[in-house]
């Protein structure tokens, strides 16, 4: 897969790049992360990218010339035509059936605002999709794609270990995680659950499956009914 970064801030993302899964990913091959700055593609003597609002009031716009030459310098190259998303707080809400969907593209191109945001043009324009990643502020959207890229990288095929990717499959299915123990068996005197020690993985298993259960039921009970509906609408079809 490759995913480009349009953005003002490229150095941002380089512990992303360079650290734990995603750095992982990217050195093994099965991702390729190109970052482009907007700033290279001002056509000024002052290099701007962002101007004044029509209109008044306070801020500054990230203005169209810079970001449309950008896109189409860097999705021009020869490449597949990437799927070009913006992050911005009006997007849809980021989830993991969304992750996995994009997960199976060959490429995307993830556009990062500052300022007050985009020219209205580059949302209507350039933009295939809007993707918030929760309703929060965020003085740049490039927090958002870093989080957008780790959810997704960690689905490629190869990016997780073994074991971690048959853990991932148990987990997509919805709920939240059942609780995790290492040694020692008594800390502070707070014992590991009896069963995690006894062997019967059967037994195990159920355990897990009734904790993640209980769990989703008493923090997250949207997510059950989300699973529901999803469930509901199998039978039916
Ligand atoms: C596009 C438009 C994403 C990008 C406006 C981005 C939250 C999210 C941004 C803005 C983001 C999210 C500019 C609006 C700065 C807020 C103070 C960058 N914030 N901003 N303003 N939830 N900010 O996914």
């Known amino acids: 897969m490759r995913i480009d ?24 091959g099965l991702v390729d992360i190109v970052r482009t700055n907007y700033r290279d593609y001002t056509s000024d003597s ?19 010339e810079p970001v449309f030459a950008a896109v ?13 998303i913006l992050l911005t707080p009006q997007g849809q809400r980021l989830d993991q059936s969304m992750v996995a969907e994009l997960a199976g593209e060959p490429r995307l191109l993830l556009l990062c605002g500052h300022y007050e945001g ?30 957008l890229i780790d959810a997704i990288v960690r689905l490629l095929p190869g990016a997780l270990g073994d074991q971690n990717a048959a853990r991932n499959d148990s987990f997509a299915d919805g709920l ?26 059967r037994e195990i298993e159920t355990w897990r499956r009734s904790q993640a259960l209980s769990r989703t039921q008493a923090r997250r009970p949207d997510l059950l009914e989300q ?9 039916t079809e």
Do not use: N
């Not at 933009?127 to 870093?146: F, H, K, N, T």
């Not at 939240?176 to 993985?201: C, D, K, M, N, Q």
């Not at 699973?227 to 039978?235: L, V």
């Open 227 to 235: 699973k529901r509906d999803r469930m509901s609408r199998t039978i």
């Open 72 to 84: 189409e310098a860097v999705a021009g190259d020869g490449g597949p035509e990437p799927l070009k």
């Open 46 to 64: 002052h290099r701007s990218v962002d101007d004044k609002p029509f209109g008044g009031g306070g801020g500054m716009v990230l203005m169209c």
């Open 118 to 147: 985009f020219d209205e043009r580059i949302r209507t324009e350039l933009a295939d999709r809007q993707i918030s990643i929760g309703d929060y502020v965020l003085s740049g959207g490039e927090p958002a794609a870093m989080v």
């Open 176 to 201: 939240l995680e059942y609780p995790h123990y290492t040694r020692p068996r008594e800390f502070r005197g707070l014992a590991v659950p009896e069963v995690l020690l006894s062997g019967h993985h």
């Open 5 to 28: 970064v349009l953005t003002l801030f490229p150095e941002m993302f380089t512990p992303l790049v360079s650290t734990s899964i995603v750095g992982r990913a990217v050195q093994r």
